[in-house]
């Protein structure tokens, strides 16, 4: 008993050289350890937190362009609507189409270039998402309408949208004098959007009245309309035959009236 002390003294003292390298690398390897676990439970929640990250720094956006009129926790307020339940999809398509913020109360807010980049719209539609259940942004492949039947869309154009924006997409007015904006300059996700969350005096369309494949289709059909080139000249409105003859009757008779004139100034 009273010797084992001294050897183990003298052993310990003789290994310190080695003890203190299998303690580096015993510190190394476990740093490398947590530092691949840490990582890894990282990656694993890092979208979930991506998420409640962008939702808080939505709310400090939303705080600073938004909360004068749509009340602090978006409530609603003497200027604006609630937004609880409106869903990440209105406020994609509302700030994306530059109609929020609204400049001043008016009867409508009108489509204007973007006043928030798409990153800064993300975060403010993440935090109305989390105020409750809505119609999140529609994917990529909602709107793709590379498949879609365009004269199919049409004949559901013109069943569910002409009446408010036109047979050809140009737009018309309503009452109160609120107006149905043309469609030319809206983007698939854009028209999707409008479908989904029924801005101002739009009905909402939901899949039961208008399913995912034909809201495709008419999406193709206003790209058509946006993208069809107007074969000779002017396309006077696009509303048909009758403009047309019209048009072509009045210009036609006048030139062979304007003609006879010419001719019977000469013969005097
Ligand atoms: C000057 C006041 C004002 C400001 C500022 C404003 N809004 Fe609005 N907002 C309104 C009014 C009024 C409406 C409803 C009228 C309409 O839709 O034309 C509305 C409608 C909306 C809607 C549609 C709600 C629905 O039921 O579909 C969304 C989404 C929205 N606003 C988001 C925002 C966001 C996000 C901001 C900040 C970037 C913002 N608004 C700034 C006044 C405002
Ligand atoms: C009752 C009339 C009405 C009907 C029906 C209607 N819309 Fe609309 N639509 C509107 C109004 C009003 C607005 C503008 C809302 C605003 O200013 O906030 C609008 C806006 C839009 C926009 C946004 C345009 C832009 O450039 O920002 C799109 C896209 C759209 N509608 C597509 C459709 C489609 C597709 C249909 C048919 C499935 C349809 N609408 C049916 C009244 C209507």
Wanted: glycine fraction near 10%; include cysteine; aromatic fraction near 6%.
């Amino acid at each position: 008993m009273k010797g084992k002390p001294a050897v183990n003294v003298s052993s310990s003292k003789r290994r310190r050289p080695m003890a203190a390298g299998v303690l580096l690398l015993l510190a190394l390897v476990s740093t490398g350890a947590a530092y691949a676990v840490t990582t890894s439970a990282l990656s694993a929640k890092s979208s979930s937190a991506a998420n409640a990250d962008n939702a808080r720094q939505g709310k400090l956006l939303f705080t600073e362009g938004c909360s004068s009129c749509h009340g602090l926790a978006a409530q609603g307020g003497s200027n604006g609507p609630s937004l609880v339940g409106v869903g990440a999809a209105a406020v994609d398509f509302q700030v994306g189409t530059g109609r929020m913020p609204m400049a001043a109360a008016g009867v409508q807010a009108r489509r204007k270039p973007p006043v928030y980049t798409q990153a800064e719209i993300d975060k403010l539609a993440a935090y109305v998402a989390s105020l409750g259940p809505g119609p999140s942004v529609p994917k990529a492949s909602q709107y793709d309408f590379s498949d879609a039947n365009v004269a199919a869309g049409g004949e559901i154009y013109r069943l569910n949208c002409s009446q408010c924006h036109n047979y050809a997409g140009k737009g018309g007015a309503l009452s109160d004098g609120k107006v149905a904006p043309q469609l030319m300059d809206a983007s698939p996700k854009q028209i999707y959007e409008a479908m989904i969350t029924g801005p101002q005096s739009m009905p909402v369309f939901s899949d039961r009245q208008i399913p995912a494949k034909n809201k495709q289709e008419i999406i193709a059909y206003i790209n058509y309309l946006q993208s069809a080139p107007d074969p000779g000249g002017s396309a006077l409105g696009r509303l048909g035959p009758v403009t047309e003859t019209v048009f072509l009757f009045t210009v036609a008779i006048g030139a062979l009236v304007a003609f006879a004139i010419w001719i019977g100034s000469k013969a005097r």
